[in-house]
């Protein structure tokens, strides 16, 4: 099993593999609402281990993570596409992509027992393009 997450925009990365623990997709809806609504919403959150290489990697995914998310948002690079994808046993489980995602929230935490840090990614997809967000799955590698 393995994830696969994909930013691209102004400056694209892919989160490594051996760094991605969990990816939970949601679909959000107001909860003081008694019917199905116009104001939906897609949240993902994105968890894992920072793996940084000694005397720090340029590349490094987490870190430039860390930076799409301090990105004001008046900047036109603050809307990323996300991809992320989940493979098992050579089969496309699941495969999201938010076109125009953008940080809500960005967290480090490193402790002092087990040795690496952990992060946890919070993006949404832009509400007047939720249309353009796509759920795919079910096919070979």
Do not use: H
């Amino acid at each position: 099993m393995a994830f696969v997450v994909k930013v691209e925009g102004a400056e694209a990365f892919e989160i490594s593999k051996e760094c991605v623990k969990s990816v939970k997709m949601t679909t959000d809806i107001p909860l003081d609402s008694n019917a199905r609504t116009k104001d939906v919403g897609a949240t993902m959150v994105i968890k894992g281990k920072i793996l940084t290489a000694v005397g720090g990697d340029p590349f490094d995914s987490t870190r430039k993570m860390a930076l799409w998310s301090v990105v004001p948002a008046e900047k036109a690079d603050s809307y990323r596409k996300v991809t992320a994808e989940y493979v098992a046993a050579g089969i496309m489980e699941r495969k999201y992509c938010f076109p125009n995602a953008f940080v809500v929230d960005y967290k480090e935490d490193y402790g002092d027992e087990e040795g690496i840090g952990t992060f946890t990614l919070v993006i949404k997809q832009k509400k007047d393009k939720i249309s353009t967000v796509t759920v795919e799955g079910g096919y070979a590698v």
